[in-house]
């Protein structure tokens, strides 16, 4: 569990400066820095157990049918890394203290270094591949907040989005290789995947999961041709700079070439496009480090030809090569580290980074001078450094790549290029900057930095030539750990040490170091060579495809989403018909076997009636209210449809809604234009016949097709459980308040947010209030018709009655919850209608939306009530009690949620009815007014 | 009489549709209400068409199948709360844009303008 807090300190740690933002910038700096150096001492506390070949892991359930756990382990490469992300995390939080303006916000910058400290974290320690691809997509988009850190400069934006865009990108093809490798191994967890190498390279999977996991790291590593973000990110302050170009970032793309090369490497295709890349990427970094003027730049492009040699180790396909890559990875991470330490002191103290104004700094900075020349000498591989260590392995191990047949000497002849051309922009760097006569133009008069600004380069170059100078005591316990997480099976034997005898590497050492110098001197002749090229901005290249895409991708929306209703509904049910209608072809013939029932009179009349009203409302749809009277006709027929067919559940519902949905359609109506324009076209009438015909047709075949199949249905359950599980004879009643209790919930639910939504929408509503009929006659003065409100009045609590009746009988026989709301809705409605909304509502005066919610709330608490009875959500007892006068009595918790219903349904109904008639009353003329 | 009752859920199914690709609010809401009782009636024939069958155990009748019925009804009540809220939403354009067109434009104005 403790290993859990490697990753949780500093997640909380990003909210500690925001916590103490107000306290002063040290103090903020100093309480930033405690919960990761209590980290740093966990993982130190592991440090002996994982030396020692144990593999601490943690492991918590998260999403388990998605095969997704918070798992995480420590081997040694993940300790290495641990490290490496907390150390170099540590000194950057000192430097960045001194680094960072007055003006810019440090709470910001820490919050967000330490999202990112802990997307790294992450990554590196994760045990399940989408729990590591989770916090790949974290480094990606807090890389994306610190690189856009200075968000008033256009660059910083650009380069941030540019960053994101390609590790984004890089990030799904990651994504879609762990779906494939989860497929193929059956699992996501990572101990399960790394046992699994002959699996995964004989699946024929295997060469998309491979291609999409180095697209993965490629793009993350700015591996060519994806290493044009980095450059660009150079925007970012240069703290940020050297967190994510030496340690961290793009090490996490090298990082899952590690941790996947147990699983991926020793392959052809592994070695052709991961030695190839990192060749590519190696000499190409270097030359441009070679000939950019700016300081960061420099930097910028060795870090991404670096990268490509450690790219290109991995693709060795041998162990040692890849004890090398992780070799050179730390040794990278301390020295390019100080390096972008150091050029960001030289931008800070004197105002550019432009090396053609930057000359002899020596006299002004001593001392960063020294230790700049120390890092860069460390980069070029000078004798005594770390730099040197790897390179010689590297070296090394470029003569024992046999895979290219009779041209496998041009490896080891290019590596030496790239070493070559290493030596010479670090000499560029140190010569450049710091020497070669006097500084130009300098914005401010340059000086040493303040003490603890050195502090973190200092701790670094120690660190470098420590490892130099005593390689097998300062790395070697901790590389010979890593390695056992990377190369399977027999470790290869290391043997770090500065002296290996006069041999080939050595050479090669040696005429990459007096080469480079020679190079370093002939730079003039590189430059106008460089010169006759066109300078490819790859910033403008990529806004402008970025615009392309977008604008193609709005161009192709406009297609489809052209703004018209009218249109989408076409489309939608155009497709709605050709699935369906494909669905029917393959029945090969429309009728089944199951014989037919007679016809009657009765019935066919009905059915004449119902096909005439329906036509009748399209026929006169322009006249508005006598299509609505039809309309009226249609649910009345169908209502009478259900009663026919032994539902005289539905029948009865089917009534209510019928007499409360025509109302509030006239009531509407009231408000809208009484006829309806005619505006369509002919060709889309005939068009809209004809899908609509076409459409009727389809439904017809298949309800045809339906009705003449033998039936087979789940309902034998319901009829055999109703009374002795749910406690009721009325089967659908029992299904709707019992058996699909959850369901009913969710609908009542929907009718009381559809009328607070009504209510809402009728909240100050502008209206158009016609004063004639639609045949210009003024409205009826006769304010309310008394007859009818005498009526009412007698009815109202005679139909309150029978609607407590329906409800309470409803478990047992037809009616329940919905038609009893529904049917004390009708009746209060009635009363409304015939006395007007202030006299009722003097009478009556309470709101709907409380009834509507406490009916919701009644269902859910008679469903949470069975938990109390260690009973799922919504399981329903009853008894029977006799009750002297009533008699035998049968009360069930289900009829506790029928209420629930049926108080939802009155106040929903009442809600959306009562509101709008109240809309309607000012503006009704009346004799009193005239 | 199963013929005729696919007719019947046909011939409602397509007069809401070409109510509902007309442009403009109340027709739609109408065309919407057509369909939807073309839409119950034919999950409501799902469980088959019978004639003197029954939901109520005990009662002596064969069993009617009740869980299209259970279904039905709910889509019943939850139709009319989707009518009534299409319809207010139809008047509430209407007060606000001054059209009952169903694109939503505003009369005086043409819609290239909008952008």
């Known amino acids: 569990m403790t290993l859990l807090l490697i990753v949780l300190l500093p997640l909380v740690g990003s909210l500690v400066p925001i916590a103490s933002a107000r306290s002063g910038r040290t103090t903020c700096a100093w309480l930033t820095a405690i919960l990761p150096a209590i980290a740093l001492g966990i993982a130190a506390w592991y440090t002996p157990a994982v030396f020692g070949g144990q593999l601490p892991q943690v492991s918590l359930d998260w999403v388990p049918a998605l095969g997704l756990d918070i798992a995480f382990r420590l081997d040694g490469l993940s300790l290495l890394f641990v490290y490496l992300v907390l150390g170099i995390g540590l000194l950057i939080i000192l430097y960045a203290r001194y680094y960072l303006s007055e003006k810019d916000s440090m709470s910001r910058f820490y919050a967000y270094l330490m999202l990112f400290m802990t997307a790294m974290l992450g990554i590196v320690t994760a045990d399940n591949l989408l729990l590591m691809w989770f916090f790949w997509e974290l480094t990606s988009l807090s890389s994306f907040l610190l690189i856009g850190y200075w968000s008033h400069l256009s660059e910083a934006r650009k380069g941030a989005r540019m960053a994101l865009t390609v590790t984004g990108a890089g990030g799904l093809c990651l994504l879609a290789g762990i779906l494939l490798m989860g497929h193929v191994v059956g699992s996501y967890s990572l101990t399960t995947v790394l046992e699994h190498r002959e699996l995964i390279q004989q699946s024929s999977l295997y060469q998309p999961i491979l291609l999409l996991f180095l697209l993965g790291a490629f793009t993350k590593s700015a591996q060519f041709p994806f290493q044009f973000w980095l450059p660009h990110a150079m925007a970012a302050p240069t703290p940020v700079s050297a967190y994510l170009h030496s340690a961290t970032m793009v090490k996490a793309g090298v990082f899952l070439l590690a941790r996947m090369y147990p699983v991926l490497s020793g392959t052809d295709e592994w070695f052709y496009i991961v030695t190839l890349t990192g060749l590519a990427t190696l000499l190409y970094g270097a030359f441009f480090a070679l000939i950019k003027q700016d300081l960061k730049g ?174 097998g005591i300062m790395v070697e316990p901790i590389l010979r750990a890593a390695t056992a997480a990377v190369v399977p099976g027999q470790a290869p034997e290391i043997h770090l040490a500065l002296w290996h005898g006069f041999n080939l590497p050595l050479m090669m050492s040696a005429i990459a170091l007096s080469a480079g110098v020679l190079v370093y001197l002939l730079r003039n002749h590189i430059y106008r060579f460089h010169r006759q090229f066109r300078a490819v901005n790859a910033r403008q290249s990529f806004e402008f495809s970025v615009q392309r895409v977008v604008r193609s991708a709005q161009w192709g929306l406009d297609r489809f989403e052209n703004g018209s209703l009218q249109r989408y509904m076409f489309l939608l049910l155009l497709s709605a018909v050709i699935v369906a209608a494909f669905g029917l072809m393959d029945v090969p013939s429309m009728a089944g076997l199951k014989s037919l029932q007679p016809l009657d009179p009765v019935v066919v009349t009905g059915a004449g009636i119902l096909c005439l009203a329906g036509l009748g409302t399209v026929m006169l749809h322009r006249r508005r209210l006598l299509s609505l009277l039809f309309l009226s006709v249609v649910g009345m027929f169908v209502s009478l449809t259900f009663a026919r067919f032994s539902a005289p559940d539905l029948a009865l519902t089917q009534l209510a809604v019928e007499v409360v949905t025509i109302i509030l359609l006239m009531l509407a109506l009231f408000f809208l234009p009484q006829k309806t324009p005619k505006e369509s076209s002919g060709r889309r009438v005939s068009r809209d016949i004809l899908l609509s015909m076409i459409f009727g047709g389809v439904i017809a075949s298949l309800n045809y097709a339906v009705l003449t199949r033998p039936l087979q249905s789940i309902s034998t359950y319901f009829i055999e459980n109703s009374v002795p599980g749910g406690g009721g004879h009325n089967i659908v009643n029992v299904i709707l308040v019992d058996f699909r209790g959850f369901d009913t919930l969710g609908e009542i639910t929907v009718l009381g ?126 008894g029977h009690f006799d009750i002297p006068l009533i008699g035998d009595i049968e009360l069930a918790t289900a009829m506790m949620f029928d209420l629930g219903v049926y108080l939802t349904v009155v106040g929903s109904t009442l809600m959306i009815l009562a509101n709008l008639g109240k809309v309607t009353t000012p503006h009704r003329p009346s004799k009193e007014k005239q | 009489m199963e013929a005729l009752y696919a007719t019947v859920t046909g011939i409602l199914t397509a007069c809401g549709i070409y109510l509902t690709l007309r442009g403009r609010t109340f027709p739609v809401v109408v065309g919407l209400t057509l369909l939807s009782y073309a839409v119950n009636l034919f999950l409501f024939s799902m469980g088959g068409i019978t004639t003197g069958h029954t939901t109520i155990v005990d009662s002596g009748q064969p069993y009617a199948d009740p869980l299209p019925q259970a279904l039905v009804l709910t889509a019943i009540v939850i139709g009319f709360a989707m009518t009534a809220f299409v319809v207010i939403l139809a008047m509430r354009t209407r007060g606000d844009l001054g059209s009952d067109s169903v694109d939503g434009q505003r009369t005086d104005e043409p819609r290239e303008e909008r952008k």
């Not at chain 1, 005498?790 to 009746?805: I, N």
């Not at chain 1, 329906?806 to 038609?819: E, S, T």
């Not at chain 1, 939306?849 to 959500?873: D, E």
């Open chain 1, 298 to 471: 420099v930097l910028a492009f060795s870090t991404i030809s670096h990268l490509g040699l450690i790219t290109l180790l991995f693709g060795f396909n041998s162990k040692l090569a890849a004890v090398a890559g992780v070799f050179h990875i730390i040794n990278h991470a301390t020295f390019k580290a100080s390096l972008f330490m150091a050029a960001g002191i030289v931008d800070h103290e004197c105002g550019t980074r432009d090396i053609r104004k930057l000359n002899g700094l020596w006299r002004y900075m001593p001392y960063t001078t020294v230790l700049a020349a120390v890092a860069s000498a460390s980069m070029a591989g000078v004798p005594l450094l770390n730099g040197f260590l790897s390179k010689e392995m590297f070296l090394a191990q470029s003569l024992e790549a046999q895979m290219l047949g009779g041209l496998s000497w041009m490896i080891p002849a290019l590596a030496t290029l790239g070493s070559v051309l290493s030596v010479a922009y670090s000499l560029r760097f140190i010569h450049d900057v710091f020497f070669n006569g006097e500084p130009r133009d300098l914005p401010k008069t340059p000086h040493e930095p303040p003490r603890y600004m050195r502090l973190p380069i200092e701790i670094l170059i120690l660190l470098c030539i420590m490892v130099g100078i005593l390689p």
């Open chain 1, 753 to 878: 947010i559809a009328g607070i939504a009504i209510y809402k929408l009728l909240n100050r509503l502008r209206l158009f209030m016609p004063s004639s009929d639609m045949e210009g006659r003024p409205w009826s003065p006769d304010r309310y018709p008394v007859i009818l409100s005498s009526v009412s009045q007698t009815l109202l609590p005679l139909a309150l009655l029978v609607s407590v009746f329906i409800f309470l009988r409803g478990h047992n026989l037809p009616g329940g919850g919905f038609i009893a709301g529904l049917v004390a809705a009708v009746v209060i409605i009635l009363v409304y209608m015939s006395r007007g909304v202030e006299w009722t509502q003097r009478r009556m005066s309470f709101n709907y939306q409380p009834i509507a919610v406490t009916g919701v709330a009644i269902a859910a608490l008679t469903g949470l009530g069975s938990w109390v009875f260690n009973k799922p959500f919504l399981t329903s007892s009853f």
